[in-house]
């Protein structure tokens, strides 16, 4: 398993931006499946994003056109650009990495998980 911690949570305001990172504790990371996932109260966990090793980037119906993932194989790291952001994206947002998986939008694909970081948005 890597190690992976979040950062870039907060509150906004609706219409505005936010940007999440991912640092992953690992020398394999070109290896790794990558993958967003949220969790809001009373909900549950659903799938965000996800970047394939080899690349394939995936995205839920609800931020499609909205957030975009990206990687740094160099820096080792995982971001998300969220834009538009809506009161309905506010939940914890969680980094996950599986070695060499296709983005299926499962979150029992996923070995490695950060603890997270709240992204509210108010309207």
């Known amino acids: 398993q890597v190690q992976l911690v979040e950062s870039g949570g907060g509150l906004v305001q609706a219409g505005g931006s936010l940007t999440l990172s991912c640092a992953a504790s690992?020398?394999?990371?070109?290896?790794?499946?990558l993958g967003w996932f949220r969790h809001a109260p009373g909900k549950e966990r659903k799938f965000v994003a996800g970047?394939?090793?080899?690349?394939?980037?995936k995205y839920s119906d609800s931020v499609t056109g909205r957030f975009t993932i990206s990687r740094d194989i160099a820096n080792k790291s995982l971001h998300l650009q969220m834009n538009s952001l809506q009161p309905e994206d506010t939940a914890v947002y969680y980094c996950?990495?599986?070695?060499?998986?296709?983005?299926?939008?499962?979150?029992?694909?996923?070995?490695?998980w950060g603890q997270g970081t709240q992204v509210t948005v108010s309207s």
């Open positions: 996950t990495a599986q070695q060499f998986i296709v983005i299926t939008g499962r979150p029992t694909d996923f070995r490695s």
């Open positions: 970047i394939s090793w080899n690349g394939y980037t």
């Open positions: 690992t020398d394999a990371f070109s290896r790794y499946s």
